[in-house]
């Protein structure tokens, strides 16, 4: 087994680099391990990571090309090929899903931990310490959970598909990306021992410098999260400016590619920052050196500054996925072009770019200078004009579209009615006189799991359901499909819309207990989540048994116009037996005749030339 | 964009299906049939939808933004700052409104009057995009943007932040789990914040160990105590009161500062001026 080598050469690793660490201590005439707990973690941490990556295949595929000896890669075949490196975009998306999957459940069950304590008044089932640790426990796999599934999950299934590549530009990167998350995931829950950390998954400064030792795993989990998504954010820029098929000209990628682009961007260009705040903050912990110390010159504010300069685009990478699973699925279900797919495509672009300017409205009540606010606020509220453009684009394509109401286009247009509510309650926190009370309520809480998950999430289930035949070559149960659409959907809009009422009341976010009037409300909010939590397990009790015992479908159950539909379900390893040729637009429903992508016959006519590809034009 | 004629927007497709012949040049069987059949469906029942979509609209607006009116659904205001703040929620929520049930009654209408049980056999109408829509929507989407980051943005904001000169200094200091409130005129230090109906005080926070942040949800305003660094915001109490009354009389803890965080509350109480000179003197 792969895996088990991998984790036998990681602890291997682990040995090496705490042992290689206490003996550097020993020789150098210092206690070996006294009051050097954290500096021992660090190097074992760093130790059993590149055991890990050469024991999962680093070593079998990449480091025996370096020096001189040929690649062994698994070869594996069936259901062991999840379980072993490969470079198989399809098969790293399915890993990806369902590693993110089972991560979203755990966040999900810590939430409903959460919401029991809080169910009433006082302790219920676990006190401040346990809460706290809980709840970051929460946030920060939630957090990855949002960045990863979507853009390492369908986008690595779905995006060479659709612009019919062979695979992604470097798959042996794209491996490591999905391998470097399981040390995530044990790094982040064996932080448990060393008394986890109670910072939240922002981990601000100076709380995160002085409290258990819980925080280091924290933060090396993440750095090595951060270069998992660089990696992929780098993959699949090269992927979608390299390998689009003859005839796949920009203007004609299918709106999710774009938004995978986009999101990609901002993974390349801004992860660093929150890496760098957090090794600033391992520095000073482990090493003294006081970036965020007062005491010795340092500055707490400088830490917000930096992670917000990566958190707030972050949550870009999560929602832009979300505009182009929406808009993808929007238009293929109501048999209509995307609307405006330009402005659409614009709009994701601009907000890249917008992204990077707003992080300081994160922090209107921090103290920093006055004169900011205003600035910020603007900039902050200017983001309503690109996303107000998409929403022109999703109402535009189900537009006297033909609306058919299975149950991917059930979640897009759930996605619409929710992400409403959540962009339309971010303005209120962007206006500073409204944020100043809001700020750290529930109103936030509220407001931000109606944009992550109410649209991010809700987007991935439209996309999990679209994609489903296409993964496993069997249909999902459309009754229980359905079923768990309604209970997802009453079950989120009532626990989270209640949300908004808390934290105009007095309710601060991140806190075990409240304000006893306030006890009524917080039961609503509790019995509601449970009912939310419970819609999962129909999703996942669907998934489980259609898998194995579904319907076999066609290669184009939808009969979406997109490549991806082209190829068998699933599609074979190398995707495309014979390379399309794209000559339309992969949207243009309703024009007779129109063709996306044409097959010559195997040793039939040649492929044209560039030149008479792109003498088409594209012009929409 | 309703009032259009619909020999008007006859030519806007034309337009839009010239643009989609030039590229059928290379697809020559499908020309000639295709034209003329593109055109048809996009203009069927546009008008009866433009006209029912905006009654609806219209009609739904009105009555929110009515009940709106006369809904009060904020808690005590107890400041100044918390009237401008509600003032704020309330012009914005009264600007979202238009937005919200637009959307809402585009999305409605159209699962209601176009849904399709089973696979439908027919393609919808090929609209690609429409100039004017997109341009008329930008500029709407943008003025109201702009609209609110003047109103009650900016405007606002200036209000919230009263006047230079203040009657009270209060120091407050946030430790990890509690807060200790100073008033440097007396040199007096309480375990409450006590503070003037009707004079502006200027509370001055620090930290002595992490991060805190100090909320009082009945005035609406939020300040962090930050290590190292001094903050400071203004207040105007028009209300008395105190924890005992309602809860929103308190400094609570807002930024997760560790264990205990959800214990890192004080009371706040509001006196008569003269009733708080009195206090104020008294050691």
């Given at each position: 087994?792969?895996?088990?080598?991998?984790?036998?050469?990681?602890?291997?690793?682990?040995?090496?680099?705490?042992?290689?660490?206490?003996?550097?201590r020993?020789?150098?005439?210092?206690?070996?391990?006294?009051?050097?707990t954290?500096?021992?973690?660090?190097?074992?941490?760093?130790?059993?990571?590149?055991?890990?990556?050469?024991?999962?295949?680093?070593?079998?595929?990449?480091?025996?090309?370096?020096?001189?000896?040929?690649?062994?890669?698994?070869?594996?075949?069936?259901?062991?090929?999840?379980?072993?490196?490969?470079?198989?975009?399809?098969?790293?998306?399915?890993?990806?899903?369902?590693?993110?999957?089972?991560?979203?459940?755990?966040?999900?069950?810590?939430?409903?931990?959460?919401?029991?304590?809080?169910?009433?008044?006082?302790?219920?089932?676990?006190?401040?310490?346990?809460?706290?640790?809980v709840?970051?426990?929460?946030?920060?796999?939630?957090?990855?959970?949002?960045?990863?599934?979507?853009?390492?999950?369908?986008?690595?299934?779905?995006?060479?598909?659709?612009?019919?590549?062979?695979?992604?530009?470097?798959?042996?990167?794209?491996?490591?990306?999905?391998?470097?998350?399981?040390?995530?995931?044990?790094?982040?829950?064996?932080?448990?021992?060393?008394?986890?950390?109670?910072?939240?998954?922002?981990a601000?400064?100076?709380?995160?410098?002085?409290?258990?030792?819980?925080?280091?795993?924290?933060?090396?989990?993440?750095?090595?999260?951060?270069?998992?998504?660089?990696?992929?954010?780098?993959?699949?820029?090269?992927?979608?400016?390299?390998?689009?098929?003859?005839?796949?000209?920009?203007?004609?990628?299918?709106?999710?590619?774009?938004?995978?682009?986009?999101?990609?961007?901002?993974?390349?260009?801004?992860?660093?920052?929150?890496?760098?705040?957090?090794?600033?903050?391992?520095?000073?912990?482990?090493?003294?050196?006081?970036?965020?110390?007062?005491?010795?010159g340092?500055?707490?504010?400088?830490?917000?500054?930096?992670?917000?300069?990566?958190?707030?685009?972050?949550?870009?990478?999560?929602?832009?996925?979300?505009?182009?699973?929406?808009?993808?699925?929007?238009?293929?279900?109501?048999?209509?072009?995307v609307?405006?797919?330009?402005?659409?495509?614009?709009?994701?672009?601009?907000?890249?770019?917008?992204?990077?300017?707003?992080?300081?409205?994160?922090?209107?009540?921090?103290?920093?200078?006055?004169?900011?606010?205003?600035?910020?606020?603007?900039?902050?509220?200017?983001?309503?004009i690109?996303t107000?453009?998409?929403?022109?684009?999703a109402?535009?394509?189900?537009?006297?579209?033909?609306?058919?109401?299975?149950?991917?286009?059930?979640?897009?247009?759930?996605?619409?009615?929710?992400?409403?509510?959540?962009?339309?309650?971010?303005?209120?926190?962007?206006?500073?006189?409204?944020?100043?009370?809001?700020?750290?309520?529930?109103?936030?809480?509220?407001h931000?799991?109606?944009?992550?998950?109410?649209?991010?999430?809700f987007?991935?289930?439209?996309?999990?359901?679209?994609?489903?035949?296409?993964?496993?070559?069997?249909?999902?149960?459309?009754?229980?499909?359905?079923?768990?659409?309604w209970?997802?959907?009453?079950?989120?809009?009532?626990?989270?819309?209640?949300?908004?009422?808390?934290?105009?009341?007095?309710?601060?976010?991140?806190?075990?207990?409240?304000?006893?009037?306030?006890?009524?409300?917080?039961?609503?909010?509790?019995?509601?989540?449970?009912?939310?939590?419970?819609?999962?397990?129909?999703?996942?009790?669907?998934?489980?048994?259609?898998?194995?015992?579904?319907?076999?479908?066609?290669?184009?159950?939808?009969?979406?116009?997109?490549?991806?539909?082209?190829?068998?379900?699933?599609?074979?390893?190398?995707?495309?037996?014979?390379?399309?040729?794209?000559?339309?637009?992969?949207?243009?429903?309703?024009?007779?005749?129109?063709?996306?992508?044409?097959?010559?016959?195997?040793?039939?006519?040649?492929?044209?030339?560039?030149?008479?590809?792109?003498?088409?034009?594209?012009?929409? | 964009?309703?009032?259009?004629?619909?020999?008007?927007?006859?030519?806007?497709?034309?337009?839009?299906?010239?643009?989609?012949?030039?590229?059928?040049?290379?697809?020559?069987?499908d020309?000639?049939?295709?034209?003329?059949?593109?055109?048809?469906?996009v203009?069927?029942?546009?008008?009866?939808?433009?006209?029912?979509?905006?009654?609806?609209?219209?009609?739904?607006?009105?009555?929110?933004?009515?009940?709106?009116t006369?809904?009060?659904?904020?808690?005590?205001?107890?400041?100044?700052q918390?009237?401008?703040?509600?003032?704020?929620?309330?012009?914005?929520?009264h600007?979202?409104?238009?937005?919200?049930?637009?959307?809402?009654?585009?999305?409605?209408?159209?699962?209601?009057?176009?849904?399709?049980?089973?696979?439908?056999?027919?393609?919808g109408?090929?609209?690609?995009?429409?100039?004017?829509?997109?341009?008329?929507w930008?500029?709407?989407?943008?003025?109201?943007?702009?609209?609110?980051?003047?109103?009650?943005?900016?405007?606002?904001?200036?209000?919230?932040?009263?006047d230079?000169?203040?009657?009270?200094?209060?120091?407050?200091?946030?430790?990890?789990?509690?807060?200790?409130?100073?008033?440097?005129?007396?040199?007096?230090?309480?375990?409450?914040?006590?503070?003037?109906?009707?004079?502006?005080?200027?509370?001055?926070?620090?930290?002595?160990?992490?991060?805190?942040?100090?909320?009082?949800?009945?005035?609406?305003?939020?300040?962090?105590?930050?290590?190292?660094?001094?903050?400071?915001?203004?207040?105007?109490?028009?209300?008395?009161?105190?924890?005992?009354?309602?809860?929103?009389?308190?400094?609570?803890?807002?930024?997760?500062?560790?264990?205990?965080?959800?214990?890192?509350?004080?009371?706040?109480?509001v006196?008569?001026?003269?009733?708080?000179?009195?206090?104020?003197?008294?050691?």
């Open positions: 087994m792969p895996v088990l080598f991998g984790l036998l050469s990681g602890l291997v690793g682990l040995a090496l680099g705490g042992g290689g660490a206490a003996a550097v020993a020789l150098s005439g210092r206690p070996a391990f006294d009051g050097a954290e500096l021992i973690l660090v190097f074992s941490y760093i130790g059993a990571l590149i055991g890990w990556v050469l024991g999962i295949g680093g070593w079998r595929y990449a480091v025996r090309d370096w020096i001189g000896r040929a690649p062994r890669p698994f070869n594996k075949t069936g259901t062991a090929r999840y379980f072993a490196f490969s470079t198989d975009h399809k098969v790293i998306g399915i890993q990806y899903i369902v590693t993110f999957i089972g991560l979203m459940i755990l966040g999900g069950l810590l939430a409903m931990l959460m919401r029991f304590e809080l169910s009433q008044v006082d302790e219920t089932i676990m006190g401040s310490d346990i809460y706290n640790r709840m970051s426990l929460h946030g920060i796999i939630m957090v990855a959970v949002a960045v990863a599934t979507v853009l390492g999950g369908l986008g690595n299934f779905a995006v060479p598909l659709m612009i019919g590549a062979k695979d992604m530009a470097f798959p042996r990167l794209n491996a490591l990306s999905f391998w470097l998350n399981p040390p995530v995931a044990i790094a982040l829950l064996s932080s448990w021992f060393f008394g986890g950390w109670d910072t939240g998954w922002t601000y400064a100076p709380l995160s410098e002085t409290n258990a030792s819980g925080q280091v795993l924290f933060i090396l989990a993440v750095f090595t999260f951060g270069v998992s998504s660089i990696l992929g954010g780098l993959n699949f820029i090269a992927t979608i400016t390299t390998m689009r098929s003859p005839g796949m000209t920009w203007g004609r990628l299918p709106i999710f590619v774009w938004s995978i682009f986009a999101a990609s961007i901002i993974s390349l260009l801004f992860t660093q920052f929150f890496a760098a705040s957090l090794v600033m903050i391992l520095l000073d912990r482990v090493a003294g050196m006081g970036f965020f110390n007062p005491d010795q340092g500055d707490p504010l400088l830490y917000q500054h930096v992670f917000w300069f990566y958190s707030h685009p972050a949550v870009y990478v999560m929602i832009l996925p979300g505009f182009g699973i929406t808009l993808e699925i929007l238009s293929h279900f109501s048999r209509k072009p609307f405006a797919y330009r402005w659409a495509v614009a709009s994701m672009l601009s907000i890249v770019f917008m992204g990077a300017i707003v992080w300081a409205h994160h922090m209107f009540t921090t103290g920093m200078a006055d004169y900011l606010h205003g600035p910020f606020m603007g900039l902050t509220e200017l983001v309503s690109p107000g453009i998409i929403f022109l684009a109402l535009g394509t189900i537009w006297q579209g033909k609306l058919w109401m299975k149950t991917p286009m059930l979640f897009a247009l759930a996605f619409i009615f929710n992400f409403l509510f959540g962009g339309i309650t971010g303005i209120y926190n962007a206006d500073v006189t409204t944020d100043i009370h809001l700020q750290d309520s529930y109103w936030v809480v509220a931000f799991h109606y944009t992550i998950v109410g649209g991010e999430i987007a991935l289930m439209a996309g999990i359901y679209y994609w489903f035949p296409k993964m496993t070559g069997r249909m999902y149960d459309e009754l229980l499909a359905n079923l768990h659409f209970g997802m959907f009453i079950g989120f809009n009532v626990t989270f819309g209640a949300m908004f009422w808390l934290g105009v009341n007095g309710m601060n976010r991140r806190v075990a207990d409240y304000e006893p009037h306030l006890e009524g409300n917080n039961l609503f909010v509790s019995a509601a989540g449970f009912y939310l939590g419970m819609s999962f397990l129909i999703f996942l009790y669907n998934m489980w048994i259609s898998s194995r015992h579904g319907p076999q479908v066609v290669d184009n159950p939808w009969r979406a116009r997109t490549l991806e539909w082209t190829v068998s379900s699933p599609p074979s390893e190398h995707n495309f037996p014979v390379p399309p040729l794209v000559v339309g637009h992969p949207h243009d429903y309703g024009i007779p005749g129109e063709k996306h992508a044409v097959f010559a016959a195997t040793g039939g006519a040649p492929m044209p030339s560039e030149q008479e590809i792109h003498s088409e034009g594209d012009r929409s | 964009m309703p009032s259009r004629q619909p020999a008007d927007k006859k030519t806007d497709d034309e337009a839009d299906n010239t643009t989609d012949n030039v590229e059928k040049q290379t697809l020559p069987q020309k000639e049939k295709t034209s003329p059949s593109v055109k048809r469906p203009l069927e029942n546009v008008k009866r939808d433009t006209v029912i979509i905006a009654t609806i609209w219209a009609v739904s607006t009105l009555v929110l933004e009515v009940l709106f006369f809904v009060d659904p904020f808690p005590i205001k107890a400041a100044h918390a009237e401008v703040s509600d003032n704020s929620f309330r012009i914005l929520t600007m979202g409104l238009p937005v919200i049930t637009f959307t809402l009654t585009v999305l409605g209408y159209s699962i209601a009057r176009y849904r399709c049980p089973t696979f439908p056999l027919e393609d109408p090929p609209l690609r995009q429409n100039t004017q829509v997109s341009t008329i930008l500029g709407i989407t943008s003025v109201l943007c702009f609209v609110s980051v003047i109103y009650p943005g900016l405007t606002e904001l200036a209000e919230f932040r009263g230079p000169v203040s009657d009270l200094r209060v120091d407050v200091t946030g430790l990890q789990f509690s807060w200790i409130v100073h008033y440097p005129d007396t040199d007096k230090t309480s375990t409450d914040l006590v503070l003037p109906k009707g004079r502006q005080v200027e509370l001055f926070t620090t930290s002595n160990d992490v991060v805190h942040s100090l909320w009082i949800p009945a005035f609406r305003t939020k300040i962090d105590a930050v290590p190292g660094r001094t903050n400071s915001m203004k207040i105007t109490p028009i209300e008395t009161g105190s924890y005992k009354e309602d809860p929103l009389f308190r400094v609570q803890c807002a930024e997760l500062c560790g264990l205990n965080h959800t214990l890192m509350k004080i009371p706040v109480r006196l008569e001026p003269d009733e708080f000179d009195k206090w104020l003197i008294d050691n």
